[in-house]
Each structure stands twice: as structure tokens, then as C-alpha cells.
């Protein structure tokens, strides 16, 4: 049998997971308990509920969350954003940057350990059911020694359909967010060959996330995640990170063992890692602040009856025996964009209209110059954003004295989320007209809550031209009626 190379032993230079070969040492995290541990669990299952629970929340007769790609309708607890609204996402997502790159400054990776949907489903839903079919991580380590027959077949077989079953799970809620539960159930109810674009997403989705959660795990966050990156960048001396007292710890050695500090080298810390590090190598970015390394090392210090705290919540400064300030200059920077992204996202979510005004220049000809009059012709587009049917009106607020505007009824129902395209003509007659000019559109509801306005271009021969071509006909008419 070809020797196994040496799993590597965790150190600052190299990715514990990835063998001296290049092959990949797959981990089996021990288990853990403790107040973390508790905590973190309750915080997941209550996001995991939140995931659940949201497409069938109904707020104004929609889902709570409900990105309606089709219709080009967005549905965020009662706000109905058109895909006009579009632009508001970008202050949506800054802010939300801006506010992760502030919690990072103050509290390091708890975004990572706490509420990432990849350390969610990973530590909580698929690691859970790993355990509850294979065992602890010895029992795991020696299914995965054990030839590939009898045990370690029916267990592997049983727990990847599992895998897979939960990753189709996951998937179709997550289509669900897109086009409603009720319309899921009937796509699921029918055959594949009627949707096929729904059925590709959950094939593919599904496939992605049996690859990851089954086998890729921790390797998402050490190479592929770009927050993990940008952290390293994010945070200083002073913020919060989970980190080991060097101070208390060394020189480690076993218990009753002279001048020998708190840690007894146990290596409870390191077998508990998600990710194969070893924190009392100092801070690495392999970490993802799970807190799995406090609760192991508080366990052994509670038997030992040493104080908690070995490896704990704490800011570098804090672990060097230096005071942690929380308000500094990075701080301050980054809830200032924080503050400008939310503050500009709650501005526009209130002026957001409950309609929606569009307007395009008919195919064809720019202008006509026709009898006595120059035309040019527009298509309207009008968008009831509400639920209920809306009765609009649209007028031409601003024209040349003279201009005639047709096309337009004096009011417009449109059912709800309705979408209606009508003709505007508008004409300015010759004797007026003086070259293009500026139209002012006003679309405003019954009810008096839509109130939008929109320029437009009327354009047209030059005056100087339309005289000459006058002129000209003036002088065939005349040629025509000469004896
Ligand atoms: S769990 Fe605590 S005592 Fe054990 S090796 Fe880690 S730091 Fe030392
Ligand atoms: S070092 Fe500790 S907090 Fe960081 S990933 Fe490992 S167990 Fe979690």
C-alpha cells in the first residue's frame, strides 16, 4: 500500500487542509459544547427560520420577499419596487457593504461565525447529520480508513442521499424567493419538459450545493470568499477577534508542572477547528471566529479549575495587556459611509411612487410636417405599482402656446401591478412653431399619492427650413393656379 503523506501539522505558512502532495486533508471537527456553542446554534436556527419562513409571510397579499423576476416586480415587506426602482439597490448595497465593513472594524469575523449562510448550513444542518450517521469525528476518521464495503458503504450511500435531499431542499426555497410558493408547488407537481428553466436552476443549484456542503466545506471560506480576504484589510489592534493569551498560556505544559503556564497542551482547541488552525499560533485568516476553540478551552480549563478564557473574545491590544479603544478613526469612516448608504436607501424607499410614468418615441420618422402643423408621436408606458387597481391621469404640463396633445383618455384604471401602453401625438402648429423644445409630462393618481413628471424632446425641421418649405409651396400653389 503507497505511504499517505503526512497531514500537516497547523502552522502559520501553510493551509492546514491541503497536504505536503497538494491533496486535500479533509477535517472531522470534534464536537463541542458550551455557552458559545448553545448560543451560536440558537442564532442559526433562527436565521434557518427566517429562510423558511419568509416566502410564505404574506405582507400586502405578497410574500414578505418576493423577487418577481417576470413581472420585473420586487417585494420587500410591503414595498413594491418596479424594475424602474432599480437604481435604489446600489445605495441598498453599499449601505449594506459600508455596515459590514463597521462590524468588522468592531467585532471582527462574527459576520463569518454567526449568520454566513455557509457556516449556517454547514456547522448546523450538514455537520449535524454527518454526526448523527457516521459518528463523532474518531468514529468518522476510522470510517473514512475503513475499506470501501458493508459499514462505510450503506452509511456513506444513506448520507449523501441525505445531502442531497437537503441541498434540493434548500435550493427550491431559494427559487421559491423568485417565484412564489405557490407557483413552486405547481412547477413541482408538473413535469420537468414545462419549465425547463426552473428545472435547470434546481439541478444546478442543488449540484453546487451538494459540492460544497459534502466536500468543498471549509475551503469556500479559506479560498474562494473575498470578505475573507478584504478582512485581514478590515480590521486592526483594536477590534474584536478570538485569539489566545500568550501571556497566561506559555510556556505550556502538563498540569502541576513546574513554572508551566495554563495551557497543557491538550490540542482540544485545534481538534475542534473547522478549518485546521491552531490559534495559539496568533491570529490567521483561516479563521472564521467560530468559536469552537472558547468553548473547548473553557471545558478544560472548568476541569483543570483554572479561570475561563484561555482563548477568548478579545482584541489584540486587549490580549497584550493594552487598552482597546472602540471609537477610532476607521470606526468613524466607516459608519459615516455606512450612515450616507442607509440614510440615501430610506430616502428614496419614502419617495419611492406608487406608479410608474415611461415614455418612448414611436417608430418611424422623428416628425411629420403635415397641413399646418409639425407632429411628433410617443408611446406611454404607465405602471400601477400597488396591489389594487389605480385610476391615472396624464397631462401635458409644459408645451408651446398652441400645441395639441391627442391620444391620452381623461382617466386611466389600470388593474394591480397592471401595465398599460398608450399613443400620445402631440402637434404644434406652423405658425408657432419656432424649432424643438421641452414637453413636460405629469402623471398623477386619483388619490393624489403619484405625482410624477418626465421631459420629453419635441423635435422637429428647423424653423428657418419649415419657412422656406412654405414659401415653396406657397409659390407652387400659385404657379399652379397661374392661367
Ligand atoms: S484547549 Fe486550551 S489548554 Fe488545550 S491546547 Fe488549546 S489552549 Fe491549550
Ligand atoms: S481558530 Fe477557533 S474560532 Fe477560529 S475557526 Fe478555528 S475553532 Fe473557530
Given at each position: 500500500m503507497p505511504a499517505q503523506p503526512t497531514p500537516p501539522v497547523p502552522n502559520r505558512d501553510t493551509v492546514t487542509t491541503i497536504r505536503s502532495d497538494g491533496s486535500r486533508l479533509f477535517l472531522h471537527p470534534a464536537d463541542t459544547r458550551g455557552r458559545f456553542t448553545a448560543a451560536r446554534r440558537l442564532s442559526a436556527f433562527a436565521l434557518i427560520g427566517l429562510y423558511l419562513a419568509l416566502p410564505w409571510i404574506k405582507i400586502g397579499g405578497y410574500p414578505a420577499v418576493f423577487l418577481d423576476v417576470a413581472e420585473r416586480r420586487f417585494h420587500f415587506f410591503g414595498w413594491i419596487l418596479a424594475a424602474q426602482d432599480l437604481w435604489l439597490l446600489f445605495f441598498?448595497?453599499?449601505?449594506?457593504?459600508?455596515?459590514?465593513?463597521?462590524?468588522?472594524?468592531?467585532?471582527?469575523?462574527?459576520?463569518?461565525?454567526?449568520?454566513?449562510?455557509?457556516?449556517?448550513?454547514l456547522e448546523h444542518v450538514y455537520r449535524r447529520v454527518e454526526r448523527w450517521i457516521e459518528g463523532d469525528a474518531q468514529e468518522r476518521r476510522a470510517l473514512d480508513a475503513a475499506p470501501f464495503e458493508g459499514e462505510k458503504v450503506s452509511k456513506r450511500l444513506f448520507k449523501h442521499a441525505v445531502f442531497i435531499l437537503l441541498s434540493a431542499i434548500i435550493t427550491n426555497l431559494l427559487l421559491a424567493y423568485f417565484v412564489s410558493i405557490p407557483r413552486l408547488w405547481s412547477m413541482i407537481s408538473a413535469a420537468p419538459g414545462e419549465h425547463w428553466g426552473a428545472f435547470l436552476f434546481v439541478a444546478f443549484f442543488t449540484a453546487a450545493l451538494y459540492f460544497n456542503f459534502a466536500w468543498f466545506r471549509e475551503q469556500l471560506c479559506i479560498v474562494i470568499c473575498p470578505y475573507g480576504r478584504l478582512q485581514s484589510a478590515l480590521i486592526d489592534d483594536h477590534s474584536l477577534v478570538i485569539g489566545y493569551d500568550v501571556t497566561r498560556g506559555e510556556p505550556r505544559g502538563k498540569l502541576n508542572t513546574p513554572g508551566a503556564g495554563h495551557c497543557v497542551d491538550c490540542n482540544r482547541c485545534v481538534q475542534v477547528c473547522p478549518t485546521g488552525v491552531d490559534i495559539r499560533q496568533g491570529l490567521q485568516m483561516e479563521c472564521v471566529g467560530c468559536t469552537a476553540c472558547i468553548d473547548a478551552c473553557d471545558d478544560v480549563m472548568d476541569k483543570l479549575k483554572r479561570p475561563r478564557g484561555l482563548i477568548r473574545y478579545d482584541s489584540l491590544n486587549g490580549f497584550a495587556?493594552?487598552?482597546?479603544?472602540?471609537?477610532?478613526?476607521?470606526?468613524?469612516?466607516?459608519?459615516g459611509l455606512f450612515l450616507v448608504g442607509a440614510g440615501v436607501s430610506i430616502w428614496a424607499l419614502s419617495t419611492i411612487q406608487p406608479g410608474s410614468l415611461g415614455v418612448t418615441r414611436m417608430q418611424g420618422a422623428p416628425y411629420y410636417v403635415d397641413g399646418a402643423y409639425v407632429r411628433n408621436q410617443f408611446m406611454v408606458r404607465l405602471i400601477n405599482k400597488r396591489n389594487e387597481p389605480a385610476l391615472f391621469k396624464v397631462t401635458l404640463v409644459q408645451a408651446p402656446a398652441g400645441a395639441l396633445a391627442s391620444g391620452l383618455a381623461e382617466a386611466i384604471e389600470i388593474g394591480p401591478l397592471g401595465e398599460e401602453l398608450h399613443p400620445l401625438v402631440v402637434q404644434i402648429p406652423r405658425s408657432v412653431y419656432t424649432g424643438n423644445a421641452c414637453l413636460v409630462l405629469r402623471l398623477t393618481d386619483l388619490n393624489g399619492r403619484c405625482d410624477i413628471s418626465k421631459e420629453i424632446e419635441f423635435v422637429g425641421p428647423s424653423a428657418a427650413l419649415l419657412k422656406e418649405d412654405e414659401a415653396a409651396e406657397r409659390s407652387d400653389r400659385n404657379h399652379d393656379h397661374e392661367p
Open positions: 441598498l448595497l453599499t449601505g449594506v457593504g459600508f455596515s459590514l465593513f463597521f462590524v468588522t472594524a468592531l467585532l471582527g469575523r462574527v459576520w463569518c461565525g454567526w449568520a454566513c449562510p455557509q457556516t449556517v448550513f495587556g493594552k487598552v482597546t479603544r472602540w471609537l477610532r478613526p476607521r470606526t468613524f469612516v466607516y459608519f
